[in-house]
Nanobody, 124 residues
Framework: QVQLVDSGGGLVQAGDSLRLSCTAS????????TCWFRQAPGKDRDFVAA????????NYEDSVKGRFTVSRDNAKNTVYLQMNSLNPEDTGVYYC?????????????????WGQGTQVTVSS
């Protein structure tokens, strides 16, 4: 089992930055994919970014490319999501998730382990 704790959300203005953290404990693996999803009010949970192989492979949803950066600190078992140039469309609850299968998937149902979520609100 893997336990994930995500944190770092908050209320910011458009153009500001935030850094989310996802710390894993239990049977962790630096090579397994860790993914960030977000759920806007009244919408489905959507893929945002992912990282695997200790940080060698990353993947981003098109709307966040160039603004968001996913990284990891293997010594701390923590994955980060640096979010710059935030806009109101980035508002939502952000969840980190991981899976044991060594392939990144953008489908939330394929992730076995989830953080509790952290709220990000961007005001215009």
């Amino acid at each position: 089992q893997v336990q994930l704790v995500d944190s770092g959300g908050g209320l910011v203005q458009a153009g500001d930055s935030l850094r989310l953290s996802c710390t894993a404990s239990g049977r962790t693996s630096t090579t397994s994919p860790t993914c960030w999803f977000r759920q806007a009010p009244g919408k489905d949970r959507d893929f945002v970014a992912a990282i695997r192989l200790g940080g060698q492979i990353t993947n981003y949803e098109d709307s966040v490319k160039g603004r968001f950066t996913v990284s990891r600190d293997n010594a701390k078992n923590t994955v980060y999501l640096q979010m710059n140039s935030l806009n109101p469309e980035d508002t939502g609850v952000y969840y980190c998730a991981s899976r044991t299968t060594q392939v990144i998937s953008r489908n939330e149902v394929e992730y076995e382990f989830w953080g509790q979520g952290t709220q990000v609100t961007v005001s215009s």
